[in-house]
Nanobody, 125 residues
Framework: VQLVESGGGLVQPGGSLRLSCAVS????????LAWVRQVPGKERLFVSA????????YYADSVRGRFTISRDLAQNTVYLQMDNLSPDDTATYYC???????????????????WGQGTQVTVSS
């Protein structure tokens, strides 16, 4: 199973980015997914997560109302639309996938078995 993130980059405050996470080796149809960000020296933050059937989602307080998680089953890809970005959103963003079918979303790292390599998001003027 391989997860490949893309879509990161440099954006000005107030701008938008859409991150993509292409999954291969397993269909995402039956599995919970999450987006996690990490800043060196700080704790990992679960930004957003989605349960296996996409009927339940989670957002960290700091991004709720600005970020949206979604998926495209035909593309086997998960997205994170990020709007109204601020410098505090600067981080490396990772997507993660559980290995158990029909799972609810989780917000602990040990619940996820597959991780991407990360994509850097920098918000700066």
């Amino acid at each position: 199973v391989q997860l490949v993130e893309s879509g990161g980059g440099l954006v000005q405050p107030g701008g938008s980015l859409r991150l993509s996470c292409a999954v291969s080796g397993r269909t995402i149809t039956y599995y919970a997914l999450a987006w996690v960000r990490q800043v060196p020296g700080k704790e990992r933050l679960f930004v957003s997560a989605m349960n296996w059937n996409a009927r339940a989602t989670y957002y960290a307080d700091s991004v709720r109302g600005r970020f949206t998680i979604s998926r495209d089953l035909a593309q086997n890809t998960v997205y994170l639309q990020m709007d109204n970005l601020s410098p505090d959103d600067t981080a490396t963003y990772y997507c993660a996938l559980v290995s158990q079918r029909y799972s609810n979303f989780e917000t602990t790292a040990h619940s996820y078995d597959f991780w991407g390599q990360g994509t850097q998001v920098t918000v700066s003027s």
